[in-house]
């Protein structure tokens, strides 16, 4: 039974560029959610989507954009990538909008340059 | 606003000691707690939660403590183990909300 399934495990952009980043959930989840994690800090929630919609967003600027797809797996985008974005982005499975029994995948980092 | 926090960025302890890490929230509406420990190039794996209406829940080796009119809550680990080395992030969420809150986490280090 596969896990949350992230990728790529490493990135580095250029400032001014995008990037996307992709999620596939564990078996059985309809529920996404993306944190951001900078260094020494805990995750902090950017967004979650359930039903192909975002459904709660946390404090990031719209520079930061998602998508759901019907097989459940996710996307999210980061336009006009600043310094400040280099951090650990984790993905977040559940069944469900509610947090209980939700999965972590094992993340991308994300420098930018 | 950090409102969920740990206080100790680190700990060391002795195998076979006890571990306890602390975490304090401030938003009362927060009714479900967890405990996830994250190794290096790992995402966060859960470990223990703890729902408003228990004020103790067990695992094997991990017992998690809510003191909710403290607004604290503390994960003892006996015996700590050296696999039990990695860091430690305290979460909690509301019954309302859909998101996790997490702390900044705790490095736990045991010693053999």
């Known amino acids: 039974d596969a896990g949350v399934t992230q990728s790529p495990t490493h990135l580095i952009k250029t400032r001014g560029q995008q990037v996307t980043l992709r999620c596939s959930p564990k078996s059985g989840h309809d529920t996404v959610s993306w944190y951001q994690q900078a260094l020494g800090q805990g995750p902090q929630f950017i967004f979650q989507y359930y039903e192909e919609e975002e459904r709660q967003r946390g404090n990031f600027p719209d520079r930061f954009s998602g998508h759901q797809f019907p097989n459940y797996s996710s996307e999210l985008n980061v336009n006009a990538l600043l310094l400040g974005d280099s951090a650990l982005y984790l993905c977040?499975?559940?069944?469900?909008?509610?947090?209980?029994?939700?999965?972590f995948g094992s993340g991308t980092r994300l420098t930018v340059v | 606003d950090q409102q969920v926090k740990q206080n100790s960025p680190s700990l060391s302890v002795q195998e076979g000691r006890i571990s306890i890490l602390n975490c304090d929230y401030t938003n009362s509406m927060f009714d479900y707690f967890l405990w996830y420990k994250k190794y290096p190039a790992e995402g966060p794996t859960f470990l223990i939660s703890?729902?408003?209406?228990?004020d103790k829940n067990e695992d094997g080796r991990f017992t998690v403590f809510l003191n909710k009119s403290a607004k604290h809550l503390s994960l003892h680990i006996v015996p700590s183990q050296p696999g039990d080395s990695a860091v430690y992030f305290c979460?909690?969420?509301?019954?309302?909300?859909?998101?996790?809150?997490f702390g900044t986490g705790t490095s736990l280090t045991v010693i053999p």
């Open positions: 979460a909690a969420s509301s019954n309302t909300g859909n998101q996790f809150y």
């Open positions: 703890i729902s408003s209406i228990k």
């Open positions: 977040a499975s559940s069944l469900g909008v509610r947090t209980e029994g939700s999965t």
